[in-house]
C-alpha cells in the first residue's frame, strides 16, 4: 500500500486542485502560528513544500511580503494552479519531498503544512529539507496528531482513504526524524488538539548526532 501511496496523491491532488477549501489552505487555522515564528526568523527567503494550491503562500504574501517565496508539490494541477495565481512571483515546482530537484543549501525557512502524513518514506523527505536548507535555516513542520486512542484509528483508516494519507505520526517520531537527518528541535507545540506545529533549525556546523 505504500508504494502506490504517492500515485494515489498524486491523482488525487491533481483533481482537487481549484476547489476553493483547497485554494484556502487545508487547515488554514494554523498559518497564524507559523506567521508568528516566521515573523521573528525573519527569513530572506521561503519554500512550501507540499504547497497544495497555495493556501499559505497567499498569506505570506499578505502578511510577510518581503520574503521571497518559492514552492514544491508532487501534483502538477497544483503547482500549475500555484503558477496561474501568483504569476512569476512564487517559483513553483513539480517534484517529490522525497527526492527533491533543488540545490542543497539554497533556502533560509521551509513549511511544510499538512502534508508530511502523505509520505511513504518521512525520514527521507527531512532529510531532503535538511539537504536544501542552508545552515542556520529553519523548518516549520505543521501537522495532525492527537489523542493515542483516535491517532490508532487514523493510522487504520489513512491507508484506505482515496488521498494517498499514509500515517499520522506522533511527537516522538517526528522529533526522532529531525534529530536524526542532523536538526536541532526548538519547539513543538499543540495547536489544535489535533495539530501541532514543531520548529527545527540546521545548525550552522552540519554535525549530524551520533
Ligand atoms: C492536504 S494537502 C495540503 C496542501 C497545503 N500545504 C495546505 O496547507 O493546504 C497535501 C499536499 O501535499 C502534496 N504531497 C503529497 N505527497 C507529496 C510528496 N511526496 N512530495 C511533495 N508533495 C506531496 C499533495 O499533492 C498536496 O498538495
Known amino acids: 500500500m505504500l508504494t502506490d501511496a504517492k500515485a494515489r496523491s ?11 477549501f483547497a485554494r484556502e489552505g487545508y487547515w488554514s487555522f494554523d498559518y497564524k ?24 503562500l497567499a498569506r505570506m504574501r499578505k502578511e510577510l511580503p518581503q520574503i521571497r517565496l518559492f ?14 495565481r501568483f504569476g512569476g512571483s512564487v517559483e513553483a515546482t513539480v517534484g517529490d519531498a522525497e527526492n527533491m530537484p533543488l540545490a542543497s543549501c539554497t533556502f533560509e525557512a521551509v513549511t511544510v503544512n499538512m502534508s508530511i502524513h502523505h509520505y511513504p518514506h518521512p525520514q527521507a523527505a527531512v532529510d531532503e529539507i535538511f539537504r536544501i536548507l542552508r545552515p542556520g535555516g529553519h523548518l516549520l513542520l505543521e501537522d495532525m496528531d492527537c489523542i ?8 487504520f483508516v489513512f491507508p484506505r482513504l482515496p ?11 517526528i522529533r526522532t526524524m529531525l534529530e536524526a537527518a542532523g536538526f ?18 540546521k545548525p550552522m556546523t552540519e554535525e549530524r548526532s551520533l
Open 184 to 201: 536541532t528541535v526548538l519547539s513543538y507545540h499543540k495547536i489544535t488538539p489535533w495539530t501541532f506545529l514543531c520548529v527545527a533549525e
Open 148 to 155: 493515542p486512542p483516535i491517532r490508532a484509528i487514523a493510522n
Open 10 to 20: 498524486k491523482a488525487y491532488f491533481d483533481l482537487h486542485h481549484a476547489s476553493r
Open 71 to 84: 514552492a514544491l508539490d508532487l501534483s502538477e494541477g497544483m503547482v500549475n494552479e500555484v503558477r496561474e
Open 33 to 56: 502560528r507559523s506567521i508568528q515564528a516566521l515573523e521573528l526568523l525573519r527569513p530572506d527567503n521561503l519554500i512550501d513544500i507540499g504547497c497544495g494550491p497555495g493556501g499559505f
Open 163 to 173: 488521498g494517498g494519507d499514509v500515517k499520522m505520526y506522533n511527537q516522538r517520531e
